[in-house]
């Protein structure tokens, strides 16, 4: 019984070596003529074959992540690779750089960039947020009087802008600052002025439609209304006098145009802004006037402080409404 297995053993090894020969043949026949590829497939298509798919993959990757600028975000690529095993003739080259060719003709890079904004909108285009901030940074520093409408805005697009130099951009947006007009006292020697203002007492105790929405330029006390009259002033009051603490910051009660900055006689300084419709607004007896002539305000934004300059005997703001020059009553319209 044992012989018979041993016989059995011995003719079934000599079957397995007979077949490995034969297969490591059949292997070494098919190596000589053939290699281990992949072919490589986009929406169901073969495109091409690789022999290193991983280097391949690697290779697009890195592409989709950083593109081939410095500006790149990413690119977008609506269909990637499969990759199928295959045998493929040894003469026949891989495709990866064709295949690659491939992929960057389908892709759309998108490009980050950084834009310089005033008055939202785009002035200038840096490679990077740390320039961007550069320019910011400068800008403070040397008072432009528009820094704060300068704004930084990160932005991701197919196109790529133009990018500016740091220095070239800080020049271009630079505002010199306005000269604040100060006044210690009524016999101040900085009694310039600039502009056109009308100062005629033409006033009107009926009320029209302006058109433009006003806002409380101060909040205090009424000390003296429209059409009044008194010792110290000629004719009828041609404003409102609302009384609140010197150096109390003074609002455009819409938005505008400055069209006089300075000392003007009995009003001391005073700011016009005009606005539409021939609306224009009157603050008066100002202390300090922060705008100037031709400047475009936005409503609440600070145009001067509280004074008492002037024909004042206290601090407080003389506030006009005029329409085409007529003086209306602005407790028509506000307080």
């Given at each position: ?96 750089n064709k295949i690659f060719d491939m992929i960057k003709s389908d892709g759309v890079t998108y490009y980050r ?100 929405s006003l806002i409380k330029p101060v909040t205090g006390i009424i000390s003296s209304r429209f059409g009044a ?107």
């Open positions: 019984m044992l012989k018979k297995v041993l016989v059995h053993t011995k003719r079934s090894m000599k079957l397995i070596i007979v077949i490995s020969i034969a297969f490591l043949f059949i292997v070494g026949f098919i190596a000589s003529f053939y290699k281990v590829s992949y072919s490589v497939n986009i929406d169901g298509e073969v495109i091409g074959y690789t022999d290193n798919k991983s280097k391949l993959q690697e290779q697009i990757n890195n592409y989709i992540e950083n593109g081939e600028s410095e500006n790149t975000a990413f690119v977008q690529v609506e269909s990637l690779p499969e990759y199928n095993i295959c045998l493929l003739k040894r003469d026949v080259s891989s495709d990866d960039y950084y834009a310089i904004l005033e008055n939202q909108e785009e002035k200038a285009y840096v490679s990077n947020f740390s320039e961007a901030e550069e320019i910011v940074n400068k800008l403070k520093e040397k008072n432009s009087s528009n820094i704060e409408n300068i704004t930084i805005s990160e932005k991701y697009e197919t196109e790529l802008k133009e990018m500016s130099n740091v220095d070239e951009t800080i020049t271009k947006l630079y505002v010199e600052p306005n000269k604040v007009m100060v006044a210690s006292n009524n016999n101040s020697n900085n009694k310039s002025s600039y502009g056109t203002v009308n100062t005629a007492t033409n006033i009107s105790s009926t009320k029209v439609s302006l058109g433009v009259r008194s010792s110290i002033r000629s004719s009828a009051h041609t404003g409102l006098d609302i009384a609140t603490a010197k150096g109390t910051p003074i609002a455009a009660a819409a938005s505008g145009t400055v069209t006089f900055s300075g000392w003007k006689g009995s009003y001391g300084y005073l700011t016009v802004i005009t606005h539409s419709n021939g609306v224009q607004t009157y603050y008066g007896h100002c202390s300090k006037l922060y705008v100037s002539v031709g400047q475009t305000v936005s409503q609440g934004e600070t145009i001067a402080s509280v004074g008492s300059t002037g024909n004042s005997t206290g601090p407080h703001l003389h506030f006009e409404i005029r329409v085409n020059g007529i003086a209306y009553n602005p407790q028509s319209y506000l307080y």
